[in-house]
């Protein structure tokens, strides 16, 4: 859950920051909820106004993003072109950890459930 004007992010193996902001109603942007942040854009907005409960699933394969935001396919299986700005790492062939960021405001998680592929 993000109050409005909040902005978090959660960071896959520590370097691809999936952006977690109160982004309702605003045009379609790479940092807009459920972006990877500055390099793929949702191709449709599905977020909630700030302050509703949402739900969020991000795969990282390789380097292949997939998010799906309120049930509805926002970002399918995208290259991921490098780390994120707050990257812990730069190597991008390197297993990192799940973290999530404090930004600017209120963010709340809940139900966090982890699945490795394995190829």
């Known amino acids: 859950m993000c109050l409005e004007h909040s902005n978090?992010?959660?960071y896959l193996r520590g370097m691809y920051e999936i952006q977690v902001v109160d982004s309702y109603g605003a045009k379609l942007d790479s940092?807009?909820?459920g972006g990877l942040y500055s390099r793929v854009k949702p191709t449709v907005s599905a977020e909630k106004?700030?302050?509703e409960w949402q739900t969020m699933e991000m795969t990282l394969c390789d380097r292949h993003v997939t998010v799906i935001l309120n049930g509805t396919k926002i970002i399918d299986n995208q290259p991921a072109y490098g780390p994120t700005g707050g990257a812990m790492q730069a190597d991008v062939f390197k297993a990192g950890p799940i973290y999530l960021q404090g930004?600017?405001?209120?963010v709340s998680y809940?139900?966090?459930?982890l699945t490795?592929?394995?190829k």
């Open 103 to 106: 930004d600017h405001g209120k």
């Open 49 to 51: 106004k700030g302050g």
């Open 116 to 118: 490795p592929i394995i």
């Open 110 to 113: 809940r139900n966090i459930v």
């Open 8 to 10: 978090s992010g959660v």
């Open 31 to 33: 940092h807009n909820m």
